[in-house]
C-alpha cells in the first residue's frame, strides 16, 4: 500500500516545497502582500471587527462605507460553514498564506488528472500548468483571496464529478460535495458560474458517451448522486447564499428602478453594459495566450524597468518615455496578462487533432466560447447574446476574467494530447501533419511576430495615451510617439523570439522521445521543467519579493493622520467624513477611522451608487469651487449647493493640499444622525424621488416614493 502511493505522497510534497519556494523568503520573513484588495480590506470592515472583539457579536452591517451598507459580502462567516472550513484547512495542510493559495492549485489539478487515470509525472505536468498559468500569481498579488479559492477547488470538484461517471459512485459523490462545498464557501459566485458552463459541456460529453455504449441509465444514475452532492454543497452554504440573494436584489447586481435615458445600456435585472464589459479582453490581445507581453503586461510597471527595450530610446528623452506604463492594450488597465505557456498552448493545438471523444470537444467549444465572451465590447453581439438570454450573466462584470475558463482547458487538453503521445510515440509519425501544423500555429506564429512585429499590430500607443499628449505640437507628438513604439515593439519582439524558442525547445524533446533518443519519464521530466521555467518566469514579472512589505508597513495604511487626530477629537461619534484627498469611491482607508461617505465595494446598494451618480459626485465638484469662494468656511456654502452631503451627515470634509499633507474642515450644515422635518412629499415613482433632491432643502422637506408612503406617515 505504502509502495503505491508513495509517488503521490512526493508529489504532494514537491507542491509543498514548490509553493514555499516560489515565495520564499518574504513568507519565511513573515512579510505580506500589498495589493490593492490587502490594503482595501484593512479599513472596509474595521467596525465590525471592532464590534465582534468587544462583544463576540459578528455584525451584518458596517457603518464605514458608503454611509452604511450589509456587509454579507466581506468576508461572510456562519456557524453552519466552521466544519467545512476546518476541513479545508485540513486539506491546505495548514500551510501559511501564500503558500497554501499556490499548493492548492497545485493539488486540485493534481487530484483531477489522477482520477482520470493519467500518471503521477504526466498529472504533475498538469498541475504546474495550471497553477503557475499567470493570473493565478497575478490575482495573488492583487489580493483576491477569495477567487483563488474558488478557482483551485474547481478542478477537483471536475475530478468528483468524472468520478462519478466512471462509476464510483460514492466516492466521485462525496468528492463532489465536499469540494463544491469549499467552493460555495469561497464566495466567488461569478467563478463557480462560468465552471458551470464547463461543467455542463462535460456532462453531455459523458451522456454522448453513455449513448455510444448504451450505459444509459448507467449515466443517469450518476446524474442523480451528483444532484443530491450539488444538494448537500448547497445545503451547507444555504445561509450565505441565501442572504446573497436577497442582498443582491438591492445592489447593483440587480436592475434599477430608474428609467434612464441611454436605455440601451441597461439589462432586464443586472449590471448596466458597458459596466459589465468594461474591462474587456481585445481582440489581438488574445494573443497573450501565447506570448505574454503582446500588449506590454502590466500597466503598473513603467517603461523603465524594460532596461534593454529602453535603450531604443536616445538618452536625452529617456526619462520622459520611460514614466510611461508598459501596457498599451484595450482595458483600463490591468496587473498582467492572461499567459499559458507557449508550450501548453502547442500540446492543446495538437491535441485537437489527436485526441478522441467527446470530451475533447467539449474543452474545445468551452476554451473558443471563454475567449469570445473576454471579448466584452470588442465583439458585442454576442456578449449582448449571453446579456440578455443566459439567466445570471448580467450580474457579473469584468468579462474578462472569464478567460479563466481557458487557462482550465487548455492544460487539461494539452496533457491528454501529452498522454497520447507516450502511449504511442508512433503518432507523432502517423500524424506528422497535425505535429508541424500545431508548431506552426504557436511557435511559427511568434516567429512570424518577432520579425514582422508592425505587420501585425501596426498601433503600440493607446489612445488614452495619444490623448495625453495631444497638447504637443505635431512634430514632437510624432516625434515621442515613436521612441514609445519603438521600445514597445523591442519588449512584444523580445517576447515573441522567447515563446518560439519555448516552443522550439518542447518540439525538440518529442522529437528526441519519438526517435527513442529519450525515455517516457525523463521526456515528462523534461517538459514539466520546461513548463514550470517558462511560466514562473514570467509570473515572476508581476508577482516576486518587491511585492511583499512587512505587517508593520501594512499597517502603516491605517495609522492616524493629523487630519484624522483632529476629526477624532469630536466627542460625538455620530457623524460621516468626505475624505477628498482619495479616491472618494475606489478607496477604503478613510474607512479604518471613520464612518466614510466614499469607500470601495463591488456590490454596493443600487440605490447609493444611483445617488453618487446624480448627487454627491457633482456636489463635490460644487464643493471645491464654494470652498474657494468661502475661503474654507464650509458653513457659509449655500444650503441648496450641498443637500445630498449635507442629509447625509457629512461633518468633516478632508481636504487635499499641495504639500502632500490634508486639512479637515468641518460643516456646521451636516444635519445630523436624524432630524424632524416639516413636510413630506409623495412622489410617482424613483426617478422623480432621486430629481426632487435636486430642489429642496431636506432640513425641512422628506421626499419618498408613494408606494412608501404608509410606512412613512404623513
Known amino acids: 500500500m505504502l509502495k503505491k502511493i508513495l509517488p503521490d505522497v512526493i508529489a504532494i510534497v514537491a507542491f509543498v516545497v514548490i509553493s514555499f519556494v516560489y515565495f520564499s523568503p518574504a513568507v519565511l520573513q513573515g512579510r505580506v502582500l500589498a495589493g490593492d484588495d490587502h490594503v482595501g480590506m484593512i479599513g472596509a470592515n474595521q467596525d465590525v471587527v471592532d464590534y465582534r472583539d468587544a462583544t463576540g457579536v459578528n455584525s451584518r452591517w458596517t457603518n464605514s462605507i458608503f454611509s452604511g451598507m450589509p456587509n454579507y459580502q466581506m468576508a461572510p462567516s456562519y456557524q453552519s460553514q466552521m466544519p467545512l472550513k476546518f476541513l479545508g484547512k485540513v486539506y491546505h495542510?495548514?500551510?501559511?498564506?501564500?503558500?497554501?493559495?499556490?499548493?492548492?492549485?497545485?493539488?486540485?489539478?493534481?487530484?483531477?488528472?489522477?482520477?482520470?487515470?493519467?500518471?503521477?509525472?504526466l498529472s504533475s505536468l498538469g498541475a504546474v500548468a495550471w497553477a503557475f498559468s499567470s493570473y493565478f500569481p497575478i490575482i495573488i498579488g492583487a489580493g483576491h483571496i477569495w477567487k483563488v479559492m474558488v478557482l483551485a477547488y474547481i478542478p477537483p470538484t471536475i475530478a468528483g464529478v468524472l468520478l462519478t461517471y466512471k462509476g464510483k459512485y460514492v466516492a466521485g459523490g462525496l468528492l463532489t460535495a465536499f469540494f463544491a462545498a469549499l467552493q460555495i464557501c469561497g464566495n466567488h459566485l461569478q467563478m463557480t458560474y462560468y465552471f458551470l458552463i464547463v461543467m455542463f459541456l462535460l456532462v453531455i460529453a459523458e451522456a454522448v458517451l453513455a449513448v455510444r455504449a448504451k450505459e444509459v441509465p448507467k449515466f443517469l444514475k450518476a446524474t442523480g448522486v451528483l444532484l443530491i452532492a450539488a444538494i448537500i454543497a448547497i445545503g451547507i452554504n444555504i445561509s450565505n447564499l441565501y442572504h446573497t440573494y436577497e442582498y443582491s436584489k438591492e445592489s447593483m447586481r440587480n436592475g434599477s428602478e430608474l428609467v434612464k435615458a441611454d436605455a440601451e445600456n441597461q439589462t432586464a435585472d443586472g449590471l448596466e453594459r458597458d459596466y459589465i464589459t468594461q474591462w474587456s479582453y481585445g481582440i489581438g490581445e488574445t494573443f497573450s495566450l501565447l506570448i505574454p507581453d503582446v500588449k506590454g503586461g502590466a500597466s503598473n510597471i513603467p517603461l523603465s524597468s524594460h532596461k534593454a527595450a529602453i535603450r531604443k530610446v536616445p538618452a536625452n528623452n529617456r526619462q520622459y518615455v520611460a514614466q510611461f506604463g508598459s501596457y498599451w492594450g484595450e482595458q483600463p488597465g490591468t496587473s498582467g496578462p492572461v499567459y499559458v505557456g507557449a508550450f501548453v498552448l502547442f500540446l492543446f493545438i495538437l491535441g485537437i487533432f489527436i485526441v478522441k471523444g467527446p470530451?475533447?470537444?467539449?474543452?474545445?467549444?468551452?476554451?473558443?466560447?471563454?475567449i469570445l465572451l473576454s471579448w466584452g465590447n470588442n465583439f458585442m453581439w454576442f456578449t449582448n447574446l449571453f446579456i440578455d438570454h443566459m439567466p445570471l450573466y448580467s450580474k457579473f462584470r469584468t468579462v474578462a476574467s472569464i478567460l479563466v475558463i481557458a487557462e482550465f482547458t487548455i492544460p487539461f487538453l494539452g496533457v491528454l494530447a501529452l498522454k497520447q503521445i507516450i502511449d504511442d510515440p508512433a503518432i507523432l509519425k502517423k500524424r506528422k501533419g497535425a505535429f508541424w501544423a500545431s508548431a506552426a500555429l504557436t511557435g511559427g506564429l511568434a516567429l512570424l511576430f518577432a520579425v514582422m512585429p508592425r505587420l501585425f499590430f501596426p498601433n503600440y500607443v493607446s489612445s488614452s495615451e495619444l490623448a495625453a499628449i495631444s497638447s504637443l505640437n505635431e512634430q514632437s507628438r510624432l516625434l515621442f510617439t515613436g521612441m514609445l513604439e519603438d521600445v514597445r515593439v523591442a519588449?512584444?519582439?523580445?517576447?515573441?523570439?522567447?515563446?518560439?524558442?519555448?516552443?522550439?525547445?518542447?518540439?525538440?524533446l518529442l522529437l528526441l522521445y519519438r526517435a527513442g533518443k529519450l525515455k517516457a519519464n525523463v521526456t515528462l521530466a523534461l517538459c514539466a521543467v520546461l513548463c514550470l521555467v517558462d511560466l514562473w518566469s514570467v509570473d515572476k514579472r508581476y508577482v516576486n519579493d518587491s511585492n511583499f512589505i512587512t505587517p508593520k508597513a501594512l499597517n502603516k495604511v491605517a495609522e492616524k493622520s493629523p487630519a484624522d487626530e483632529a476629526i477624532l477629537m469630536d466627542d460625538d461619534p455620530d457623524y460621516r467624513v468626505l475624505n477628498l484627498s482619495v479616491n472618494v469611491f475606489n478607496d477604503n482607508t478613510t474607512s479604518y477611522w471613520h464612518k466614510s461617505i466614499g469607500g470601495y465595494s463591488a456590490v454596493k446598494l443600487r440605490r447609493y451608487q444611483e445617488m453618487i451618480e446624480e448627487h454627491i459626485s457633482p456636489e463635490i465638484l460644487d464643493l471645491y469651487e464654494e470652498a474657494g469662494k468661502s475661503g474654507g468656511d464650509l458653513g457659509a456654502i449655500p444650503v441648496e449647493k450641498l443637500p445630498v452631503l449635507?442629509?447625509?451627515?457629512?461633518?468633516?470634509?478632508?481636504?487635499?493640499?499641495?504639500?502632500?499633507?490634508?486639512?479637515p474642515l468641518a460643516n456646521s450644515n451636516a444635519l445630523g444622525n436624524g432630524w424632524f422635518v416639516d413636510k413630506v412629499i409623495a412622489v410617482d415613482n424613483a426617478d422623480e424621488e432621486l430629481s426632487m433632491l435636486h430642489g429642496i432643502n431636506p432640513a425641512e422637506v422628506a421626499v419618498t416614493d408613494k408606494a412608501f408612503i404608509e410606512a412613512v406617515g404623513n
Do not use: E
Request: hydrophobic share 65%; no cysteine.
Open 646 to 663: 449635507d442629509m447625509l451627515n457629512t461633518r468633516y470634509i478632508i481636504f487635499p493640499l499641495s504639500d502632500g499633507s490634508a486639512l
Open 491 to 508: 519588449i512584444f519582439t523580445a517576447d515573441a523570439w522567447r515563446s518560439f524558442a519555448i516552443v522550439a525547445v518542447g518540439v525538440v
Open 359 to 370: 470530451v475533447k470537444w467539449a474543452l474545445v467549444v468551452a476554451t473558443v466560447l471563454s
Open 93 to 121: 495542510l495548514f500551510l501559511p498564506n501564500y503558500v497554501w493559495y499556490l499548493f492548492v492549485l497545485l493539488l486540485g489539478f493534481y487530484i483531477m488528472l489522477r482520477v482520470l487515470g493519467l500518471s503521477v509525472l
